[in-house]
């Protein structure tokens, strides 16, 4: 089964406005990371964030940990039409082999309307 | 330092063919991970290896698939005759380390169409 959900499956904004997007997963990880796809392509990583960490900035993202919840979220403020893509979280948790295994949700696709 | 390089990026194949999609990981990553894409749906992880030896194979098909990252030259994954429900995006990542703390680095993709 997926490690990740997020929520939600997909997210109409206007321009200017902010997007909020959520991940859950189920087992303990080491870091949590986001990409975003568009349409047709490969997946562009945006942010890593560890298991110490609450909170990280990049830009116009912000991410937050929980790991008393099992949960993220990805904050893009100040959405713009290029923003427009699918999102997903990537979970690496360390296996039992002791190797980083990285799973992914389902994504979220969010559009932003100009 | 290129990123992620896969080839084929579009690959059509007739049912019962084989299809072998590249990977060269990044330089100096000797992590390489396997995911496949259906239309509108996240990515399921596949295999995971490291040079000359497969960690975890346990999101790949039994039968027909295969996946191989020699010593030399690029990772491999293999699709013996193949059927329409192959057709799929699938992504190579690679990463510089196997435990915690790295990020994976995706290349663009290979979009298998199976007719």
């Known amino acids: 089964s997926q490690q990740g959900e997020e929520d939600p499956q997909a997210l109409s904004i206007q321009e200017g406005e902010n997007a909020t997007m959520n991940c859950s997963y189920k087992?303990?990880?080491?870091?949590l990371q986001w990409y975003r796809q568009n349409s047709g392509r490969g997946l562009v990583h945006l942010i890593l964030?560890?298991?110490?960490?609450r909170e990280k900035h990049s830009g116009r993202l912000r991410v937050t940990l929980d790991t008393s919840k099992k949960s993220s979220s990805l904050l893009i403020t100040a959405s713009r039409a290029a923003d427009t893509a699918s999102y997903f979280c990537a979970t690496a948790g360390k296996h039992s082999g002791g190797y980083q295994k990285v799973t992914f949700g389902t994504g979220t696709k969010l559009q932003v309307i100009p | 330092n290129a990123g992620v390089m896969q080839n084929p990026r579009h690959l059509v194949r007739r049912r019962g063919q084989e299809a072998r999609l590249r990977c060269s990981p990044m330089k100096g990553h000797s992590h390489v991970y396997w995911y496949r894409q259906l239309p509108e749906e996240g990515l399921k992880f596949m295999v995971y290896?490291?040079?000359?030896?497969?960690?975890?194979e346990s999101g790949m098909p039994k039968e027909r698939f295969s996946a191989e990252f020699p010593k030399e030259g690029p990772s491999i994954l293999r699709i013996q005759q193949v059927v329409r429900g192959d057709s799929a995006a699938y992504f190579c990542?690679?990463?510089?380390?196997?435990?915690?703390?790295?990020?994976?680095?995706f290349g663009q993709g290979t979009r298998l169409t199976v007719v």
């Open positions: 964030i560890r298991s110490n960490e």
């Open positions: 990542a690679s990463s510089l380390q196997g435990v915690t703390g790295t990020e994976a680095f």
């Open positions: 290896l490291q040079k000359e030896n497969i960690i975890d």
């Open positions: 087992t303990s990880i080491n870091n």
